[in-house]
């Protein structure tokens, strides 16, 4: 159903090829226990590329760079640069909408969270 809102929508499909290809070369591995820590990060870059590659569906292309920094600062508990936040601005829309619907909204927000967490 995705797959015909984005093509009747002239949105880009998102294509789960990288995270077939990444979980296929896992599968491969002998005993995961064994590989080093630049065999962790790599993994670990590929799978922060593809989460971050999710955000452009909300934040747009142009300010992905931006919302990595607004992301990696948050993490930290460090201050966040007004443009960083302005790059992250439609996601806190987004949320804010859903707050601002009520609380059926807030709900179904929290379920989907939790879904996504499994």
């Known amino acids: ?15 789960d090829e990288d ?19 630049d065999a962790w990060k790599r993994i670990e870059k590929r799978v922060d590329a593809r989460d971050l590659a999710m955000y452009r569906y909300i934040v747009g292309a142009n300010n992905l760079l931006l919302t990595k ?3 990696d600062l948050a993490r930290d508990g460090k201050s ?14 987004m949320l804010d909408d ?3 619907a009520g609380p059926g909204y807030l709900q179904m927000l929290r379920v989907l969270h939790k879904r996504a967490k499994k």
Do not use: G, H, W, Y
């Not at 159903?1 to 294509?15: S, Y």
């Not at 966040?80 to 829309?93: C, D, G, L, Q, T």
């Open 80 to 93: 966040i640069p007004s443009n960083a936040v302005k790059a992250f601005s439609p996601a806190i829309e």
């Open 69 to 71: 920094k607004f992301l």
């Open 19 to 37: 995270v077939d290809r990444f979980l296929a070369e896992l599968e491969e591995l002998e005993d995961i226990d064994l590989m080093n820590e």
């Open 1 to 15: 159903m995705d797959f015909i809102r984005a093509i009747k929508n002239q949105e880009e499909l998102i294509l």
């Open 98 to 100: 859903i707050v601002t």
